[in-house]
């Protein structure tokens, strides 16, 4: 093992420049993607990678990649992730991933090492998927597994769509969505989740990332007034949508296992204490690490729309905001992260993703893996996220060795 360690001091003072990007009050970060703040964070990131000598290119949906040469020419070892947040997101979700990238990248420079392939460091357009679904989506343009004529029409609650956004802010780039292949692709992101904390390990070898279902559901009933109304008259879609919420919940708790189910949006109209609500509109995430299993959860998540929309008296449209299936990585990859974190003296627990990845948009096309490192307290998509320095070094250098071992060094 050679003696090269990333400076994490320069990371960190990436980590909290990036993150004064959409800063909210009180901490955390608001990049929605393809807002304002997300393009000031994608110009900075942008300025960085060609400060560091890369050759920056923007593909059609946005994403911005940077290549460092190698000896020989071809497609380059990849690192990256996302740097749009969710609307309370933390400086770490995403952000660490793209900013070890130029991390490594530096250190390389620095130690004027040139890697045999060449390198790349990458940010995805709208991994999040917050305000436009699905996520992981231009990751799953460049890869191949999402339409980007479908994404570039996709639009926000303003009916504006992400193609006119993207020239909005300056990132409709001219270059294919396919035109920067990877060798393979190796991401750190933090955990997300309590188990690295909990077992008091430090790094996380990824095995694979679940599958993940997202559905709107629009509920359409009858207005009316709360206090004439009989109860056995009432088409109340304010009380389906919380019928459908709570029926998720209890679908998951049933299940038992991996199963997951979250109601994050529910919408009522006219949303006023007086009257039936006649339109609703919640969301179901559902998640499993098995594929079989989401799929019981989606068609007992069905059954009991059924049974509400004949109940109630109301209409229940369905729509299907994203779907993938879970994902594993390639075996070697994740012994790879795993041997490199154990050489480097750094406790290790290979583990699957609870979170959706750009990495898992890879797995299915070339050598794909995911380095985790612990998140405080188990949590993420807050604005409290943190990950300590010391924890953040040990996955940038776990980063760092893995992508030289891949991309071999002259
Ligand atoms: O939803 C997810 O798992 C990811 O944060 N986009
Ligand atoms: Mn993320
Ligand atoms: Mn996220």
């Given at each position: 093992m050679n003696n090269l360690r990333i400076d994490i001091d320069r990371l960190m003072r990436r980590i909290r420049a990036l993150g004064?990007?959409?800063?909210?009050?009180?901490g955390g970060v608001c990049r929605l993607a393809l807002s304002d703040e997300d393009k000031a964070g994608r110009d900075l990131v942008v300025r960085w990678m060609r400060e560091l000598g890369l050759d920056v290119t923007v593909d059609r949906i946005g994403n911005v990649i940077g290549v460092r040469a190698g000896a020989v020419q071809g497609p380059p070892v990849m690192t990256g992730s996302h740097i749009d947040t969710v609307a309370?997101?933390?400086?770490?979700?995403g952000n660490l991933g793209v900013l070890a990238g130029l991390e490594v990248i530096e250190t390389l420079n620095e130690a004027g090492i040139t890697t045999h392939h060449p390198l790349a460091v990458g940010f995805f357009t709208n991994?999040?998927?917050?305000?436009?679904?699905?996520?992981m989506m231009g990751s799953g343009v460049h890869q191949g597994a999402l339409s980007l004529e479908e994404c570039l029409a996709t639009v926000d609650s303003d009916g504006v769509s992400v193609g006119e956004h993207l020239e909005r802010i300056g990132y409709a780039g001219n270059v294919a969505a396919d035109s920067v292949r990877a060798r393979a692709f190796v991401e750190l992101h933090v955990e997300q989740g309590p188990v690295l904390e909990k077992e008091n390990i430090v790094i996380g070898a990824v095995t694979g990332v679940q599958g993940i279902s997202w559905t709107q559901y629009t509920v359409t009933g009858t207005s009316n007034h709360a206090g004439t109304t009989p109860m056995n008259l009432r088409h109340d879609a304010g009380y389906v949508a919380a019928a459908i919420a709570t029926g998720a919940r209890r679908i998951a708790r049933e299940m038992g296992g991996d199963q997951v189910a979250t109601s994050g949006v529910i919408e009522l109209a006219?949303?006023?204490?007086?009257v039936i609500a006649c339109r609703a509109r919640v969301t179901v995430d559902l998640r499993n690490t098995d594929e079989q299993a989401l799929q019981r959860a989606e068609q007992s998540m069905a059954d009991e729309v059924a049974m509400l929309t004949e109940r109630e008296g109301v209409a229940i449209e369905a729509r299907t905001l994203a779907r993938f299936a879970p994902v594993e990585f390639d075996r070697e990859m994740v012994d790879r992260v795993a041997d490199t974190a154990e050489a480097l003296g750094h406790s290790v627990k290979r583990m699957p993703s609870g979170a959706g990845h750009d990495a898992q948009m890879f797995a299915p096309n070339c050598p794909a893996a995911m380095i985790f490192v612990p998140s405080k307290d188990g949590i993420?998509?807050?604005?409290h996220e943190y990950t300590a320095p010391g924890e953040i070094r040990a996955g940038a250098d776990v980063l760092l060795q893995v992508l030289l071992s891949l991309a071999g060094s002259e």
């Open positions: 004064e990007i959409g800063a909210l009050e009180g309370t997101g933390g400086l770490y979700d991994e999040e998927g917050a305000r436009f679904a699905p996520d006219p949303n006023l204490v007086n993420s998509h807050n604005v």
